[in-house]
C-alpha cells in the first residue's frame, strides 16, 4: 500500500495548530524543556506535565529514549493528543539518522494507535539539539513520506522562514511533487 499521507508545510507556531494530534520535541525526562517542549507545557498547561510524571512512575522510569515516542492528553492546547518524541543531539562523529527518523515513524505510529488523523510535528532534533537544519529536514520529510499511516495530513509547523525554505527544498525532492501550502 503506497504513502497516503498528505505533507503540508506551515510557518507558525506549533502550540495553535487545530489538528489530532501535536508532535513534542521533547527531553528524555518528559517533564518539560526549552524550545517546542517548553512552548507545548507552558501553553497546554500542568495536564501534561501531569500525565508526563505519571509515564515517568510507571512505564518510562528512566525515561523516553532517543526515537521513541507516547502520547498524552493535549490540556488546554487546540489538539486531541501530545505525542512527545525524543530526539537525537548531532555528532559528526556518529551517524544517528536512524533514530532522528525514528521518531517520526513512531510518532505516527502513536497517532494511528490514538486514531489520529491530522498531526503537527516541529523540526525534531534542529534546535538546541544542534542537527544541520537541511539535513533534519530531508530526514523529517521523507520518513513521514515513506510511512504507511491512517494520518491523513501530516502538517509540518516551522518556526521561521529559514526551517521552512529547507524543509520546502527537502518536500521538493520527493516524488510526489511540491507541498500543499
Request: charge should be negative; charged fraction near 20%; glycine fraction near 10%.
Amino acid at each position: 500500500m503506497p504513502p497516503t499521507t498528505t505533507i503540508t508545510l506551515v510557518r507558525g507556531d506549533i502550540t495553535t495548530q487545530h489538528v489530532d494530534a501535536v508532535v513534542n520535541a521533547a527531553n528524555s525526562s518528559l517533564l518539560g524543556g526549552g524550545g517546542v517542549d517548553g512552548a507545548i507545557h507552558r501553553a497546554g498547561g500542568p495536564a501534561i506535565l501531569a500525565a508526563c510524571r505519571r509515564l515517568r512512575d510507571t512505564a518510562f522510569p528512566a525515561g523516553l529514549p532517543a526515537g521513541g515516542a507516547v502520547a498524552t492528553v493535549a490540556g488546554r492546547l487546540p489538539a486531541k493528543h501530545v505525542i512527545h518524541v525524543v530526539g537525537p543531539g548531532y555528532r559528526r562523529d556518529e551517524d544517528r539518522s536512524a533514530v532522528l527518523r525514528s521518531c517520526y515513524v513512531e510518532a505516527l505510529r502513536v497517532a494511528d494507535d490514538v486514531g489520529a488523523r491530522t498531526v503537527a510535528f516541529p523540526a525534531v532534533s534542529a534546535g538546541a539539539y544542534g542537527w544541520p537544519l537541511d539535513d533534519a529536514a530531508r530526514i523529517a520529510v521523507v520518513a513521514v513520506h515513506e510511512t504507511v499511516s491512517s494520518v491523513q495530513e501530516a502538517r509540518f509547523v516551522l518556526f521561521d522562514d529559514h526551517a521552512l525554505r529547507a524543509f520546502e527544498a527537502a518536500h521538493a525532492l520527493l516524488p510526489a511533487g511540491p507541498a500543499e501550502l
